[in-house]
C-alpha cells in the first residue's frame, strides 16, 4: 500500500470550503491501496467551525499537526477587534475601509509575507514533518494552495527526502484574483515569482482544478505541458443521499448563493431584473449562504430589495446542501476566465436551473452547456431572458458522474500509482 503525505493548512472542524476536496479526496484513496497521511495546523482561528466535518474523518488516519502564528489574529487585534469577534474575508482586503491600521495590515500582507500570511506555519511544518519521515516512509507528498506557502513545505521535503512532490492549485499564485487591485512592490513579486517557479520545476505533476488555470500555466512555464493535469473540483455524492429537492411552498422563488460573494462579483443586471419581476407580480426573494460584501447588500437596498434578501450567514455543509436543493434557482459568480467556481458542481448536481455570470468564461459556460444546467451571462448583460426561460428540473446526472469525487479520487489514485 502507498503511503501519501498530504500538507493541507484548513482540516476539519474548521468550514474553510477549500478543504472539502482534499477531505473528499483522501476519504476514497484508501480504495486504491493509498493509506493518507495528513500535515495540518494544530488550531487554525480564521475560518467558521463546522463540527460536521469531523464525520468525514476517519479515526484511523495518521494526522500530525503543528503550530501556526495565525496572521489574523495579530490583524484582529491591530484593528481594534476582540479575540472573540468574526472575521469576514472580503472585510481583510476591503479597499471600501480607511482605516489607517487597516490600509497598513493591507500593506504588510501583500508585501511582507511572502507567498501568503500563513508562511508562518512552514517553520514548524517542515519541523514537525521532517521528525515523522526520518522513521516512516512515504511514496508522494500533495500540497494544497492556497495558502500556496503549503508548496514550499512540499518543495523543502521533497527535496530533503527525495520524494515526488504533487502540488494542487485550486487557485492562481502570483496572481491570484484579490490581488489585482493592491500593488505589490517589484522584490516581493521577484520573490513570489522565484518561489512559485521552484515548486513547478521540482514537481513530479502539478494539478489544477480548471483548464483554464492550467492553460495560463503552461503559458508561463512551457514544461508543465508534459507535466500537469486537470482534476475538477466536483461535488461529494453522499452529501445529497437520501435529501429532498421537494420545494417549501410558497408564491415567491427563492434564489440562492452559496458561498462567498465579493464587490467585484456583483451582478447588478441580475438585481437590476429581480426588481422588475417583483414590480411585475413575478416575486423573487435572494438568500445568500456564507459572507457577501457590504457593497452588493447597499446597492440591493438602494433597488429596494432589502426585504427580499435574507442574509443567511454560515451554515454547516449539510445544512447547506439541504438548502440549495429546496431553492428554486442558484447563482454561481466567477471572478475571472481561469475561475470555475467550486460550488458550481453542487448547484449543478442539485438539478436547480443556475443563472451564473463571468466575463469571457467560456469553461463555466461549457460545462452549463454540456449538462444542460442553466445559462450564463456576462456581468453587464441584460438577463430577462434567464426568467423567461421555462426551465425544467435536469433530471439527467449522467453529465455529473464524472464531477463526483469518488471518480476524481480515482483519477488522483492513478496519477500517483504511475510515479
Not at 385 to 413: C, G, H, P, V, W
Request: charged share 25%; hydrophobic share 40%; glycine share 4%.
Amino acid at each position: 500500500m502507498k503511503k501519501v503525505l498530504f500538507i493541507s493548512y484548513f482540516w476539519p472542524p474548521s468550514g474553510k470550503a477549500s478543504l472539502h476536496w482534499p477531505l473528499d479526496i483522501i476519504r476514497h484513496l484508501p480504495k486504491d491501496e493509498i493509506e493518507p497521511i495528513i500535515l495540518t495546523v494544530e488550531e487554525e482561528t480564521f475560518t467558521q467551525k463546522d463540527e460536521s466535518l469531523l464525520n468525514k474523518v476517519d479515526p484511523n488516519w495518521k494526522i500530525l499537526k503543528s503550530k501556526a502564528l495565525e496572521p489574523f489574529d495579530l490583524y484582529r487585534k491591530f484593528i481594534g477587534k476582540k479575540s472573540h469577534e468574526k472575521l469576514v474575508a472580503s472585510e481583510t482586503i476591503s479597499l471600501e475601509n480607511k482605516n489607517i491600521a487597516h490600509r497598513i495590515s493591507i500593506w504588510i500582507r501583500m508585501n511582507l509575507f511572502v507567498p501568503d500570511a500563513r508562511v508562518g506555519w512552514n517553520f514548524t511544518a517542515i519541523s514537525k514533518a521532517k521528525d515523522f519521515l526520518k522513521n516512516n516512509k512515504v511514496d508522494s507528498i500533495v500540497s494544497i494552495g492556497p495558502p500556496h506557502s503549503s508548496h514550499l513545505i512540499g518543495l523543502n521535503l521533497s527535496k530533503k527526502f527525495s520524494i515526488p512532490h504533487f502540488p494542487v492549485l485550486i487557485d492562481p499564485w502570483v496572481d491570484i484574483i484579490y490581488y489585482k487591485n493592491f500593488n505589490r512592490n517589484p522584490l516581493t513579486l521577484k520573490l513570489d515569482n522565484h518561489f512559485e517557479k521552484s515548486v513547478m520545476q521540482n514537481a513530479e505533476q502539478v494539478i489544477f482544478v480548471n483548464k483554464s488555470t492550467q492553460q495560463d500555466y503552461i503559458n508561463k512555464y512551457e514544461f508543465l505541458k508534459s507535466k500537469s493535469s486537470v482534476l475538477y473540483w466536483g461535488y461529494d455524492e453522499t452529501a445529497f443521499t437520501g435529501l429532498s429537492s421537494q420545494k417549501e411552498y410558497s408564491k415567491e422563488k427563492l434564489l440562492v448563493h452559496a458561498g462567498n460573494i465579493f464587490a467585484y462579483q456583483n451582478p447588478k443586471k441580475l438585481w437590476d431584473q429581480i426588481k422588475i419581476e417583483n414590480e411585475n407580480g413575478n416575486k423573487i426573494k435572494i438568500m445568500f449562504i456564507g459572507t457577501v460584501d457590504k457593497e452588493i447588500l447597499d446597492y440591493l437596498t438602494k433597488l429596494g430589495l432589502k426585504d427580499s434578501v435574507q442574509v443567511a450567514g454560515f451554515l454547516p455543509y449539510p445544512k447547506m446542501i439541504e438548502q440549495i436543493c429546496k431553492a428554486d434557482m442558484l447563482l454561481v459568480c466567477s471572478s475571472e476566465p481561469r475561475h470555475v467556481p467550486g460550488k458550481l458542481f453542487e448547484a449543478m448536481r442539485t438539478g436547480n436551473p443556475i443563472i451564473a455570470f463571468g466575463n469571457n468564461n467560456e469553461e463555466v459556460k461549457n460545462i452549463l452547456k454540456e449538462a444542460n444546467a442553466g445559462m450564463m451571462f456576462r456581468y453587464d448583460e441584460n438577463v430577462e431572458e434567464f426568467f423567461r426561460t421555462n426551465f425544467q428540473k435536469n433530471e439527467n446526472q449522467k453529465a455529473m458522474l464524472k464531477y463526483d469525487r469518488a471518480t476524481i479520487s480515482k483519477e488522483f489514485s492513478d496519477i500517483l500509482n504511475s510515479h
